[in-house]
C-alpha cells in the first residue's frame, strides 16, 4: 500500500517513519538528492493551492523527480472530463504517482481501487488533508521534543475542515490531547466523540493554539454574519494570545484572513509557527513522495 489517503488509516508507525524520514531530508545541505531520477509525478490539482503544490514541486524536483503539473482550470476537466478520467489519462502517458486535490468526498478511495500507480491525498473535500497534518506534527515535535502528552486546541471552522479531521487522526495515534472550539455553526457532529468542544478560555491553555481559516467558499452565504462578529467571538486577538502560557505555540496551516481567526500581528509573531510549518511542508512532502516510490 504506497497510496497516502489520509492519517486516520495510518499506523502510528508509519507516522513516525515519514517525520524521522523527514528530519533526515532537513538535515541535507544539498538541494537536489536525485534518489527518483527518471521518475515522472504528477500533481493534479482540481481545487486551488499555493503551499501544497508548490512544496509537492519543490520536495519532487528536490528528488530529482520529473514533475507534471496539472491544473483543472487549463484542462478538459472544463469540457467536463471526470476526475477519474483525468486521471486514467496521465496514468495511460507512465506517470509512477500522482498527487491529488480535489472537492468530492469519498472519491479518491474509489480512485485508489482503479489506479495502480500511487495516489498522494493533497486534500479532498473536509475529509483530510495528511500532509498538511504530517507536517504539523513534524513541527509540534521539533519545537516540544515530542508530542505525547500535548494539547492541541483546534480553534474554528472544524465543520469544513480536512485539517483538523488529519490532525485529530495523526495526533490521537501519538497521544496527544485534542480540544476543539467552534461556534455551534461550525462544529462537526461526527467528530464530537473524539474530542470535546470547549470555551475559547479554555482552547487558549494549550500547548498548541491551532486557528483555522474561516472557509468562505465553503459556507453558503449568511454562514458567517461578518468578520468582525467572527474575530470578536473566536478570532485569536493579540489580547487573547497574551493569556497563553508562556511556552504555547500558534499555529495555522494557512493560508490566513489575517484580522478575522487571527490578528495581523500575531501571523509573524514570536509565539507563530506559520511559516516554519511552511517550510516543513518541503521535507514532509519529500518523505511523503519516496515512500510511494522507492
Ligand atoms: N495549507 C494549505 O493546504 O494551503 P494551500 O491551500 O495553499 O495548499
Redesign the pocket.
Same mark, same amino acid.
Given at each position: 500500500e504506497r497510496h497516502l489517503l489520509g492519517l486516520r488509516q495510518l499506523g502510528k508507525e508509519e507516522i513516525v517513519g515519514i517525520l524521522d524520514r523527514a528530519a533526515h531530508w532537513e538535515r541535507q545541505t544539498n538541494k537536489v538528492n536525485p534518489v527518483l531520477e527518471g521518475k515522472f509525478v504528477a500533481n493534479m490539482f482540481f481545487?486551488?493551492?499555493? !503551499?501544497?503544490?508548490?512544496?509537492f514541486e519543490v520536495a519532487e524536483k528536490r528528488l530529482g523527480a520529473q514533475v507534471l503539473n496539472f491544473s483543472a482550470a487549463a484542462s478538459s476537466v472544463e469540457k467536463g472530463e471526470s476526475i477519474y478520467d483525468t486521471v486514467r489519462t496521465l496514468e495511460s502517458m507512465g506517470i509512477d504517482a500522482g498527487v491529488i !486535490?480535489m472537492k468530492p468526498i469519498g472519491l479518491l478511495a474509489e480512485l485508489a481501487d482503479k489506479i495502480k500507480v500511487p495516489l498522494i491525498n =493533497?486534500?479532498d473535500g473536509n475529509n483530510e488533508?495528511p500532509?498538511?497534518a504530517l507536517l504539523d506534527l513534524y513541527t509540534m515535535r521539533k519545537t516540544f521534543g515530542e508530542i505525547k502528552g500535548l494539547t492541541v486546541s483546534i480553534i474554528g471552522d472544524i465543520l469544513h475542515s480536512r485539517?483538523a479531521r488529519s490532525n485529530l487522526w495523526g495526533l490521537h495515534k501519538l497521544g496527544a490531547n485534542v480540544k476543539f472550539c467552534a461556534p455551534d455553526n461550525m462544529q462537526a457532529p461526527d467528530l464530537s466523540e473524539y474530542a470535546p468542544y470547549v470555551g475559547l478560555e479554555e482552547a487558549l491553555q494549550a500547548d498548541v493554539v491551532m486557528a483555522l !481559516?474561516v472557509q468562505l467558499e465553503r459556507h453558503d452565504k449568511g454562514f458567517i454574519r461578518s468578520a468582525e462578529e467572527y474575530r470578536e467571538h473566536y478570532g485569536l486577538t493579540v489580547e487573547r494570545a497574551a493569556a497563553m502560557q508562556p511556552h504555547a505555540i500558534i499555529m495555522h &496551516? =494557512? &493560508?490566513v484572513n489575517r484580522g478575522v481567526e487571527i490578528d495581523d500581528e500575531l501571523v509573524e509573531h514570536e509565539k507563530s509557527k506559520i511559516f516554519t510549518?511552511?517550510s516543513h511542508?518541503v521535507p514532509i512532502r519529500m518523505a511523503v513522495i519516496e515512500r510511494a516510490l522507492a
Amino acid at each position: 500500500e504506497r497510496h497516502l489517503l489520509g492519517l486516520r488509516q495510518l499506523g502510528k508507525e508509519e507516522i513516525v517513519g515519514i517525520l524521522d524520514r523527514a528530519a533526515h531530508w532537513e538535515r541535507q545541505t544539498n538541494k537536489v538528492n536525485p534518489v527518483l531520477e527518471g521518475k515522472f509525478v504528477a500533481n493534479m490539482f482540481f481545487e486551488n493551492s499555493t !503551499r501544497t503544490r508548490f512544496s509537492f514541486e519543490v520536495a519532487e524536483k528536490r528528488l530529482g523527480a520529473q514533475v507534471l503539473n496539472f491544473s483543472a482550470a487549463a484542462s478538459s476537466v472544463e469540457k467536463g472530463e471526470s476526475i477519474y478520467d483525468t486521471v486514467r489519462t496521465l496514468e495511460s502517458m507512465g506517470i509512477d504517482a500522482g498527487v491529488i !486535490r480535489m472537492k468530492p468526498i469519498g472519491l479518491l478511495a474509489e480512485l485508489a481501487d482503479k489506479i495502480k500507480v500511487p495516489l498522494i491525498n =493533497a486534500g479532498d473535500g473536509n475529509n483530510e488533508h495528511p500532509t498538511q497534518a504530517l507536517l504539523d506534527l513534524y513541527t509540534m515535535r521539533k519545537t516540544f521534543g515530542e508530542i505525547k502528552g500535548l494539547t492541541v486546541s483546534i480553534i474554528g471552522d472544524i465543520l469544513h475542515s480536512r485539517v483538523a479531521r488529519s490532525n485529530l487522526w495523526g495526533l490521537h495515534k501519538l497521544g496527544a490531547n485534542v480540544k476543539f472550539c467552534a461556534p455551534d455553526n461550525m462544529q462537526a457532529p461526527d467528530l464530537s466523540e473524539y474530542a470535546p468542544y470547549v470555551g475559547l478560555e479554555e482552547a487558549l491553555q494549550a500547548d498548541v493554539v491551532m486557528a483555522l !481559516r474561516v472557509q468562505l467558499e465553503r459556507h453558503d452565504k449568511g454562514f458567517i454574519r461578518s468578520a468582525e462578529e467572527y474575530r470578536e467571538h473566536y478570532g485569536l486577538t493579540v489580547e487573547r494570545a497574551a493569556a497563553m502560557q508562556p511556552h504555547a505555540i500558534i499555529m495555522h &496551516p =494557512a &493560508p490566513v484572513n489575517r484580522g478575522v481567526e487571527i490578528d495581523d500581528e500575531l501571523v509573524e509573531h514570536e509565539k507563530s509557527k506559520i511559516f516554519t510549518q511552511m517550510s516543513h511542508g518541503v521535507p514532509i512532502r519529500m518523505a511523503v513522495i519516496e515512500r510511494a516510490l522507492a
